[in-house]
């Protein structure tokens, strides 16, 4: 356009045109009016529905694809099953190989619904069916939330299970879809919770303050989310303290006896170890006392000599000369005269021989 008028895209708005023309000439809808959001517990079966209509103007090859779209923009939608060509891609998605399947056996009849089983916490999020007949195209959304049941909770009890202390009941599901709550109950004898007890049905504990023995009995917790509940059972059993005044005694009385072994030991040690020095000292003295033994030879000498004393004291002149002529037998020869003896002893024996 002249006069420095802005030109208009002739090209871009030929485009918009034809494709508000297809849309008006179009007789391809999608009649499905349920729900666009589902809740169902893992293990259970869902059918999403996508219901369409044809019109004769539509003409070109039926297209239906089902996809999950991905939360996050930087990454692929994933097609999760097919129909083209007048053929089903069942398989077409590994995740759910064998869990997705068309509702009807024949989708371009206009049932582009498809049934899943055996949901997943993964299954979790917004699915698209998109169907395509030239020159239309239409699409639906639904969100799908796969929920897990609360698993089997774990009940236990903390602190001492004694009269006066603070008790702690924790009842723990390790596995279910949030938000979850936790109740307790007592179903034994007045089936009432302690006086003092405060309850955290989120975090699933009980605070029993002061417990006491009326606190004792069988205690019933329940984990429960929008797909189901279990629960656990839990028997407490509250005591009454220890005597702390007879262990303490017990404990003194079993240290005196420690003790009292342990003198007895070292007296018997330290008495026979003085009777043993005692005994070494007595043999010690009796060696020091008793004097040597004399030699016999100088017994033998004193005895002659003592012996011919007393014979020559009791001599007399008179006999004198008789002792002198007796042999002396207790006197000990020389070797000379030991000697002579025998010569002359030889002698005589050879003197009276025939």
């Keep these: 356009m002249a006069g420095g008028g802005m030109e208009f895209p ?3 708005f030929c485009c918009v045109l034809l494709s508000l023309f297809a849309g008006l000439v179009s007789g391809l809808e999608i009649t499905s009016t349920g729900p666009t959001s589902l809740e169902k517990a893992s293990g259970q079966s869902v059918k999403l529905d996508c219901q369409f209509t044809l019109a004769p103007e539509d003409s070109g090859p039926l297209d239906i694809e089902w996809s999950l779209l991905s939360s996050d923009n930087q990454k692929e939608d994933k097609v999760v099953i097919l129909y083209s060509g007048d053929r089903s891609y069942e398989d077409y998605y590994e995740p759910m190989r064998g869990r997705v399947h068309f509702n009807s056996a024949d989708p371009k009849n206009g049932d582009a619904s498809i049934n899943l089983t055996g949901l997943k916490s993964s299954d979790s999020g917004t699915y698209q069916c998109k169907v395509k007949k030239a020159p239309g195209i239409r699409s639906r959304k639904m969100l799908l939330i796969v ?4 698993s089997k909770p774990r009940c236990y009890a903390e602190g001492p299970m004694e009269e006066g202390k603070d008790i ?3 009842c723990i599901s390790n596995e279910g879809t949030n938000p979850m ?6 179903t034994s004898d007045s089936k009432l919770l302690p006086s003092s007890a405060v309850m955290d049905p989120v975090g699933g504990t009980i605070n029993v303050r002061n417990a006491s023995a009326s606190a004792s009995g069988a205690y019933r917790c329940t984990a429960t989310n929008r797909v189901g509940n279990e629960e656990c ?3 407490l059993n509250v005591t009454p303290p220890p005597n702390t005044g007879g262990i303490i005694a017990a404990a003194i009385i079993s240290v005196l006896l420690i003790l009292l072994i342990i003198a007895l030991i070292l007296f018997c040690c330290c008495r026979a170890r003085n009777r043993k020095k005692y005994e070494k000292e007595i043999c010690n003295e009796i060696r020091e006392d008793v004097p040597p033994p ?3 030879v100088s017994t033998a000498r004193s005895f002659t ?3 011919q004393r007393s014979s020559l004291g009791s001599m007399s002149p008179s006999n004198l000369h008789e002792y002198a002529l007796k042999p002396q037998y207790d006197k000990i020869p020389s070797s000379e005269e030991f000697e002579r003896t025998r010569a002359s002893e030889d002698g005589a024996r050879l003197g009276k021989l025939p």
Excluded: F, N
Aim: glycine fraction near 8%; aromatic fraction near 12%; charge should be positive.
């Design 10 to 12: 002739t090209g871009r």
């Design 147 to 150: 929920m897990v049941k609360p």
């Design 233 to 235: 059972v839990l028997y």
């Design 294 to 296: 004399k030699s016999r």
């Design 168 to 170: 702690v009941l924790r």
């Design 181 to 186: 709550q936790y109740s307790w109950e007592k």
């Design 305 to 307: 000599v003592g012996s």
